[in-house]
């Protein structure tokens, strides 16, 4: 299958920081990339889609001003967490649609990010 | 009412046994299925995609589509402890511009 690498898996900081997540289809373009949120013991949650050269679409409940979302490049998508504070602290997750597939969504290997 | 449904489970099999997962969706316009296995704290792997009527085997695996009845299932033969994990359930549907919709996932435990 298709390959989805994400960094940096492991994130520690500070309350009050930012927090840029990458997430990168490696061996083909996706036009659309998804970003998940995933507590302990609970399912995927979807954030936001991002599409390539537009703004991201965000679920309902997610805020847009603290979730920044660039999906600059057909193989490049990024999440920033501004302000990152405590409740922040989740397992992300983000996903790449490779329309050569049926519209399968190849999922990168997440980034657990522990806000101080 | 939720667009894909799964039995939230906890399934447990012996080793050995045949695992048998269900989701049921309900956009008749569906037109991708799909099984992920997400070993706990790692992200979802893709098993299985199934897109017509019927079984689509791949090794132990065995997806089951019945779009009339708009259920998909997943049959896992000779269980192994490794198979533990949750399960995901994705439906994908033009009727919602491409939308992927996940079920909760049923965990599954194989016993040794």
């Known amino acids: 299958g298709a390959v989805v690498s994400q960094h940096p898996s492991w994130v520690i900081c500070k309350s009050g920081t930012s927090v840029k997540i990458e997430c990168r289809s490696l061996?083909?373009?996706?036009?659309?990339m998804f970003w998940y949120r995933q507590f302990p013991k609970q399912s995927l949650m979807l954030m936001a889609t991002?599409?390539?050269?537009?703004?991201?679409?965000?679920e309902q409940g997610v805020e847009k001003d603290k979730f920044l979302i660039n999906h600059a490049s057909l193989t490049l998508s990024t999440l920033t967490v501004t302000s990152a504070h405590p409740e922040d602290s989740s397992f992300y997750i983000c996903?790449?649609?490779?329309?050569?597939?049926?519209?399968?969504?190849?999922f990168g290997p997440g980034t657990r990010l522990l806000v101080l | 009412q939720k667009e894909v449904e799964q039995n939230s489970g906890p399934l447990s099999v012996p080793e050995g046994a045949i695992a048998s997962l269900n989701c049921t969706y309900s956009?008749?316009?569906?037109?991708?299925f799909f099984w992920y296995r997400q070993y706990s704290g790692k992200s979802p792997e893709l098993i299985m995609s199934?897109?017509?009527?019927g079984d689509k085997e791949d090794g132990r695996f065995t997806a089951q589509l019945n779009k009339a009845s708009q259920y998909v299932s997943l049959l896992i033969r000779d269980s192994q402890p490794s198979d533990s994990a949750t399960y995901l359930c994705?439906?994908?549907?033009?009727?919602?511009?491409?939308?992927?919709?996940f079920g909760t996932g049923t965990s599954l435990t194989v016993i040794p």
């Open positions: 996903s790449a649609r490779d329309y050569r597939v049926e519209e399968t969504q190849y």
């Open positions: 061996d083909f373009q996706a036009t659309t």
């Open positions: 991002s599409n390539e050269g537009s703004k991201a679409t965000y």
């Open positions: 956009d008749r316009g569906s037109q991708s």
């Open positions: 199934i897109y017509s009527n």
């Open positions: 994705a439906v994908n549907s033009i009727n919602t511009g491409n939308q992927f919709y």
